[in-house]
């Protein structure tokens, strides 16, 4: 189906680009945060069978997940809130105007040790500049080089993933950016004493909560899409919880 947007541009409903990483319980399932896969089991009792290859009429399987940990998931300012606040109140629509842009992460090295692969400012602002932005740009995906299919099955944990500076977040909320999209398991150090700075920059919590505005996590944008600008679809579950699994798409734009 075509969809016109105005009487330049229009998108085709049947070429979607999937950026989500699916959450299943096989060995080579995407973690974080020292989490386990999910895992999917048939509800068995005296009286009832939820598996049909075991004489079941029907699968019936309990699942047991974490959003944060077992691949793309969209989170809100109950992410790091005192209150208890949900993305299922917070997302209230679901197509939106997003610039794609590839950032290379810099290397850094802390006082612990370690070498950090940052994402700073400057670099965000290189890759932006590149783009026409439009005044109703809302969504920004960011794509971390180099980008190998294994974001789609590797495990994070105690691996100190690329993370954004506060300066970088900031020019994020500069550029009016109300939902960001990466592909990592955070926007912020995987060790940083339970800061999170980049979520209280990004919200503004707790000092003027931005309640409208969402990260998404553990995304995958594979090499075949261009940086540029789409219509962004993002789709959550009906769940009362600071975060949901999520499935979001992108469409080009055409004229």
């Known amino acids: 189906m075509i969809l016109k947007l105005n009487n330049q541009e229009f998108i085709d409903t049947d070429k979607p680009i999937d950026i989500s990483i699916p959450m299943h ?3 080579d399932a995407v973690l974080a945060w020292y989490g386990e896969p999910i895992k999917l089991e048939p509800v068995m009792t005296e ?3 939820g598996d ?6 029907v699968n019936f399987r309990n699942l047991f997940m974490n ?3 077992n691949g793309t998931h969209t989170e809100c300012l109950g992410h790091i809130s005192k209150e208890f606040v949900s993305i299922n109140k917070c997302l209230k629509t679901f197509h939106f105007e997003g610039v794609l842009v590839s950032v290379n992460p810099q290397d850094e090295n802390n006082s612990d040790g370690k070498t950090d692969r940052i994402i700073t400012k400057e670099i965000l602002k290189q890759s932006v500049s590149q783009l026409a932005l439009s005044k109703d740009l809302n969504v920004l995906i960011v794509r971390t080089l180099p980008n190998t299919e294994d974001k789609l099955s590797f495990n994070y944990s105690n691996t100190n ?3 954004f500076t506060k300066a970088a977040i900031e020019y994020v909320n500069e550029l009016g950016i109300e939902h960001l999209m990466v592909d990592l398991p955070s926007i912020d150090r995987e060790e940083d004493g339970g800061l999170l700075i980049g979520h209280h920059t990004f919200w503004n919590y707790p000092e003027n909560p931005q309640f409208h505005k969402t990260i998404t996590e553990l995304i995958y944008v594979p090499e075949s899409a261009d ?9 959550i ?7 949901s699994p999520s499935k979001v798409t992108l469409y080009e734009i055409q004229s």
């Not at 049909?52 to 009429?57: D, E, F, L, P, T």
């Not at 940086?227 to 789709?235: A, E, K």
């Open 161 to 163: 993933p690329t993370f």
């Open 237 to 243: 579950t009906a769940l009362e919880n600071d975060a």
């Open 52 to 57: 049909v290859s075991k004489g079941g009429a």
């Open 67 to 69: 959003p944060h940990v």
């Open 227 to 235: 940086d540029g600008t789409y219509l962004v679809n993002i789709q």
């Open 47 to 49: 009286r009832f069978i």
């Open 25 to 27: 319980d096989g060995p």
